[in-house]
């Protein structure tokens, strides 16, 4: 923020009620900058109709799916075969390797066919080998699994609609190695992720695109993360 230690408009605090979260440091005026902050991850969101409209998994435009174009590599909807997205390793340049374990494409049927909103949590897993530096950061951010654990309906759902569709489809087609690469940790982390995800989905939306992102400060403005 360019701030001298000290400075800072917020500080954090804890409690056991609400975990984490921000507190003015100091009298606030209408229009003072607080924070600013660049994600640790971007990841698309879903259309309100997937079937007529998704997100392109390079730059997050809406693109119409029965017409728009495909990724030449995993057959996901794009914007343009030119998207500097597609390329971009905090886009879908890393993820696409995993989602070609799957290249067929489909019109019929496409919002459970491509779940953008799994694409958040798998490529959170993927900071692992492509930002050991952000994944750790993401590991210090609060999951609640405590409150979510097997058997809950959180979890549950993570379970068939983020971790079984990622598994299921792309992850389980790799060879051994490769999967290795992606789970070096339990799956666990992917229930977790998600459950990140979900709590700051409304938060994390990005004006004028169908992104969301996941920050370290700024989901301190959340109760308890």
């Known amino acids: 923020m360019g701030q001298g230690e000290g400075d800072s408009p917020y500080e954090a605090r804890s409690s056991e009620e609400l975990g984490r979260y921000l507190v003015a440091a100091r009298d606030l005026s209408p229009g003072d900058l607080v924070l600013t902050e660049r994600p640790l991850v971007f990841g698309p969101k879903g259309m309100p109709d997937p079937e007529a409209s998704m997100p392109c998994v390079g730059c997050y435009k809406p693109v119409f799916t029965d017409v728009g174009e495909r990724c030449s590599q995993c057959g996901w909807p794009v914007c343009s075969g030119n998207c500097p997205g597609l390329k971009d390793p905090r886009h879908h340049g890393v993820e696409c390797k995993i989602l070609s374990a799957r290249p067929e494409c489909v019109l019929i049927g496409m919002a459970d066919y ?31 699994m405590e409150c979510r654990l097997p058997g809950t309906e959180a979890y549950d759902e993570a379970n068939e609609f983020i971790v079984e569709y990622l ?50 400060i700024h989901k301190h403005l959340y109760h308890g993360t």
């Open 114 to 144: 491509y779940r953008h909103d799994a694409l958040l949590p798998l490529r959170c897993l993927l900071l692992q080998t492509t930002d050991p530096g952000k994944w750790e950061k993401l590991l210090e951010m609060q999951s609640h």
């Open 167 to 216: 598994m299921n489809n792309f992850i389980n087609q790799l060879n051994t190695n490769e999967r290795k690469k992606i789970l070096t940790t339990s799956v666990q982390c992917a229930h977790s992720q998600n459950m990140r995800y979900n709590r700051y989905k409304c938060f994390g939306n990005t004006p004028r695109t169908g992104s969301r992102t996941i920050s370290t």
